[in-house]
């Protein structure tokens, strides 16, 4: 049997425990003792270790928990955002293809979304697959890719599940994703019309932002812009709440 926990015997209850992680190392007993003797302790970082090395022995849905006990602890413990979201990307895996993997990517994709990694939460949303995405996700990578700079991606994912029937929006968000586009495009050409007349150091800096407007709108290059905005019939409902803009 384990050590007794008792207050003042913790450091005696952890040096054993680690000479039998060391003379049986992986003994998934042993390493759940060590991570509840460790939060004991307050050793977060020793916590996290063991329950790293604790979800290697585990598998399927078990390591799957494992692993989001380990986001846990880089989050709110160690202050770990990017240790805590590879973790959750781990915990998402090793559920494998049903209902928690792509629930743990949705919980992913908030949390990166909330702290604006927004690149993240794409990469979250766009492994859930097409046929699984419900509006809300839709609507959540639309969003996040906007917010990336990404509005020519936005716009086809949003076209691809309309297709695929997960967005029944009458056209909505597709209209509202356009009308941000044509914006960007009318500012690129403001832009490069007034690099024409600037001073050098000038004109490269706005040349500079119009390239990274044209990556956003999938334009790159010195193509000619094309519009692409919705018809002035098709403008956006007044109660709906505007597209992210990104300049």
């Not at 000038?202 to 990556?215: K, M, P």
């Amino acid at each position: 049997s384990f050590p007794t926990r008792r207050s003042s015997d913790l450091d005696e209850a952890l040096a054993t425990l680690e000479t039998a992680n060391h003379v049986h190392p992986g003994d998934v007993d042993v390493l759940r003792a060590l991570v509840d003797l460790a939060g004991q302790l307050g050793d977060d970082a020793a916590a996290a270790r063991h329950l790293n090395d604790l979800a290697h022995r585990h598998a399927g849905a078990r390591r799957g928990e494992t692993l989001l006990e380990l986001a846990d602890t880089y989050y709110d413990k160690l202050d770990d955002a990017g240790r805590g979201r590879e973790a959750m990307r781990r915990a998402a895996e090793a559920f494998g293809t049903g209902s928690r993997r792509d629930a743990t990517l949705r919980l992913l994709a908030t949390e990166a979304a909330t702290h604006l990694a927004w690149d993240v939460s794409v990469e979250a949303l766009t492994a859930i697959p097409l046929e699984k995405r419900t509006p809300a996700d839709v609507t959540s990578l639309a969003t996040a890719l906007g917010r990336a700079g990404r509005d020519a991606e936005a716009l086809a994912q949003v076209e691809a599940a309309a297709a695929a029937g997960r967005l029944d929006d009458d056209g909505e968000l597709a209209r509202l994703i356009c009308h941000e586009i044509q914006r960007k495009i009318d500012l690129v050409r403001t832009l490069e019309d007034r690099a024409l007349a600037a001073p050098a150091e000038e004109a490269v800096a706005l040349l500079d932002e119009a390239q990274q407007l044209r990556a956003a709108i999938g334009q790159p290059g010195a193509q000619p812009l094309r519009d692409v905005a919705a018809p002035a019939d098709e403008a956006p409902k007044s109660d709906t709440a505007p597209w992210p803009m990104r300049t």
